[in-house]
C-alpha cells in the first residue's frame, strides 16, 4: 500500500522560513518524479514545483529563488525548503507521485504565513 505522508507544517510569519517533508512508504522515490502542490482557502490545488529522479528541479515563477525541493533516497523523503515566505504563500501542502498510471497523494501540511 502507497502511502504519503506530509509533515512540518505551521504558523510563520512573513519573510520566515519553512521545512516540509513528504515521506513515501509502499513506493521507492529515487526512480519518481515528485511533485509538491498547494491549495489556498477557496482556490485550486496548483503546481509548486517538482524534482525528477534526475535530480532536476522546475518551480512556478512565484516561488522561483524563494523555494527549493530536494530529496534524499536513504530517508525515501523529499523536502519543500521555504524561505522569504509570503502571506501568499499560505494553504495547504501536498506532495504527489506516481507509479503504473496510478496517482498517490499525501493527506497534506497546513502552512499558514502572518502578515
Known amino acids: 500500500q502507497v502511502q504519503l505522508a506530509e509533515s512540518g507544517g505551521g504558523l510563520v510569519q512573513t519573510g520566515g522560513s519553512l521545512r516540509l517533508s513528504c515521506a513515501a512508504s509502499?513506493?521507492?522515490?529515487?526512480?519518481?518524479?515528485v511533485g509538491w502542490y498547494r491549495q489556498a482557502p477557496g482556490k485550486e490545488r496548483e503546481l509548486v514545483g517538482v524534482?525528477?529522479?534526475?535530480?532536476?528541479?522546475n518551480y512556478v515563477d512565484s516561488v522561483k529563488g524563494r523555494f527549493t525541493i530536494s530529496r534524499d533516497d536513504a530517508q525515501n523523503t523529499v523536502y519543500l525548503q521555504m524561505n522569504s515566505v509570503k502571506p501568499e504563500d499560505t494553504g495547504v501542502y501536498y506532495c504527489n507521485t506516481n507509479r503504473w498510471g496510478s496517482v498517490y497523494w499525501g493527506q497534506g501540511t497546513q502552512v499558514t504565513v502572518s502578515s
Open positions: 509502499g513506493i521507492i522515490f529515487s526512480d519518481k518524479t
Open positions: 524534482i525528477t529522479s534526475s535530480g532536476y528541479t
